[in-house]
């Protein structure tokens, strides 16, 4: 049987994961902080018929050798941590990093996940949580008296009251990673710490190369729908390419088949 047939086929599967990892990158094209995502091949190990350097002849070596590949395999899918486009919003509860850095997120297990969605909102105990309820880093609350808010771009939250009295009610710190390419992808917006991300080093908005905070600004996508309608013809293309390799190798069986008979 013809290596051609498992060969092709390797390459018609890492066609399809593509296309899916871009329907995904798609399908988020208007969610808040979300990163696309692609996907990173390797091949696979080659069948050595012949040696590079073997001796042809007295003296003599093969300056290559002979071998055949078995195909190619998904090796990771990497984030792209570009930053998107800032949308404004005039929200005082959604804020944008601009530059490194993510919003720390508390589970109700008491674990830390991490974001760069900023839609925040207020819960019924006036607390600043994710649009899912979790809690803003340690738990932030907003005073029953205060009639705005306002964040600086360091994360420093003020709360404003009708007699123009001012209180400062937390931060928002952000944190960043040595690899941030190594972080899990938890959805919800949420992404959680691994060992190939590093841990987590925290710190003020605008300070020690973390990025500022935007107040009244989201992060849209960095996903661009040309970008992704270009690798999807791409990768359809490159799916039919070898899908003739392999009806290629089914016409020389049966050419091999009909001299035979």
């Known amino acids: 049987m013809l290596r051609a047939f498992s060969t092709a086929a390797t390459g018609m599967t890492g066609q399809q994961m593509i296309v899916d990892v871009i329907a995904n990158n798609l399908a988020n094209i208007n969610t808040s902080g979300f990163k696309r995502s692609q996907v990173d091949f390797q091949d696979l190990m080659y069948l050595k018929i012949a040696q590079a350097g073997r001796e042809t002849a007295a003296g003599v070596?093969?300056?290559?050798?002979i071998e055949i590949g078995a195909g190619v395999q998904m090796a990771a899918t990497t984030k792209i941590f570009t930053a998107g486009e800032l949308e404004n919003t005039a929200r005082?509860?959604?804020?944008?990093?601009?530059?490194?850095?993510f919003f720390e997120v508390t589970l109700p297990d008491?674990?830390?996940?991490?974001?760069?969605?900023?839609?925040?909102?207020?819960?019924?105990d006036r607390q600043i949580v994710t649009a899912k309820g979790y809690?803003?880093?340690?738990?932030?609350?907003?005073?029953?008296?205060?009639?705005?808010?306002?964040?600086g771009s360091d994360g420093t939250i003020t709360a404003h009251d009708a007699d123009s009295t001012t209180t400062n009610v937390g931060t928002l710190q952000l944190a960043r990673f040595a690899n941030p390419s190594g972080l899990s992808s938890e959805g919800d917006n949420l992404m959680a710490e691994t060992e190939a991300s590093g841990t987590a080093m925290t710190g003020t908005a605008g300070q020690d190369g973390f990025?500022?905070?935007?107040?009244?600004?989201?992060?849209?996508?960095?996903?661009?729908?040309?970008?992704e309608l270009v690798n999807l013809i791409k990768a359809q293309r490159a799916y039919e390419i070898n899908s003739r390799a392999i009806r290629a190798g089914d016409e020389m069986l049966n050419t091999a088949n009909r001299l035979i008979s």
């Not at 809690?135 to 964040?151: D, E, F, Q, W």
């Open 211 to 227: 990025g500022t905070l935007q107040q009244g600004f989201l992060e849209k996508s960095n996903v661009q729908m040309v970008t």
């Open 135 to 151: 809690t803003i880093g340690s738990g932030i609350t907003i005073p029953s008296t205060a009639v705005n808010i306002s964040i």
């Open 61 to 65: 070596t093969a300056p290559t050798g």
């Open 92 to 101: 005082n509860l959604d804020v944008a990093v601009s530059g490194d850095g």
């Open 110 to 124: 008491g674990s830390t996940r991490y974001t760069r969605d900023g839609s925040f909102k207020l819960n019924a």
